[in-house]
């Protein structure tokens, strides 16, 4: 158990919908990170949060957003979806962005299928 | 940009014997950490093992060790003993020492474990 909590860990939805996906990062994280892993695709970095701020941005749709909450609880809104968003999200977390050596440890994952 | 890459999609191994997994990464910084994560089939992604670069010593946790050659830009896995439940996609990823960056991961090798 990484300590990374991730709900839910399955969701199927129509295309056009919109889901949210939460993230617990481990307990002194302040950092989180999520990633889009397709089935014919690597792990994709999406965007990345440290105490309440955007921090960094990646391969994230303009239909996709997140945002960190006071308590470091994250959420990643994915909106008008298709089915080509099908995929694993997982969130990450680490102690401070600012010494990126610090260990990223991974949540479960949450599996999107969308129909 | 930084690039990972692994360029053996497919590994097996007899079961106790040793395996190696090959990573090569393209960087300009001096800075960086190097990571490979482990992907089982529950698709959970764990940390195997952790490589500073600026450590000229190569990092070993219990049956996995790297060999780490920082100017071939090279960072190889290397499980001893290999066992059933090492059966898994294992991805080599990158990251560097600097505020706000991510991990960029390689496209994974997937090993399978011969009884």
């Known amino acids: 158990d990484s300590g990374v909590t991730q709900t839910p860990k399955h969701l199927i939805t129509a295309t056009g919908q919109r889901v949210t996906l939460r993230c617990s990062p481990r307990s002194g994280d302040l950092s989180v990170y999520w990633y889009q892993q397709s089935l014919d695709q690597g792990l994709q970095f999406l965007i990345q949060?440290?105490?309440?701020?955007?921090?960094a941005k990646g391969n994230i749709l303009e239909r996709f957003s997140a945002q960190q909450f006071p308590d470091l609880h994250s959420e990643l809104n994915l909106s008008s979806l298709e089915l080509g968003d099908s995929a694993l999200y997982f969130c990450a977390s680490s102690v401070d962005f600012r010494t990126s050596g610090n260990t990223i440890y991974f949540g479960e994952g949450s599996w999107l299928t969308v129909v | 940009a930084q690039t990972v890459t692994q360029s053996q999609p497919e590994m097996s191994v007899q079961e106790a014997e040793t395996v190696t997994l090959s990573c090569t990464y393209d960087?300009?910084?001096?800075?960086?950490?190097l990571f490979w994560y482990k992907q089982p089939p529950s698709r959970q992604m764990i940390l195997v093992i952790r490589q500073e670069a600026y450590k000229q010593q190569n990092a070993t946790e219990n049956r996995f060790s790297v060999n780490f050659q920082k100017a071939a830009k090279s960072f190889s896995l290397k499980i001893s003993d290999s066992q059933l439940g090492d059966a898994a996609m294992y991805f080599c990823a990158y990251i560097r020492e600097t505020s706000g960056s991510r991990l960029t991961f390689g496209e994974g090798t997937q090993l399978t474990v011969n009884p």
């Open positions: 960087t300009s910084e001096s800075d960086y950490y």
């Open positions: 949060y440290y105490n309440g701020e955007e921090r």
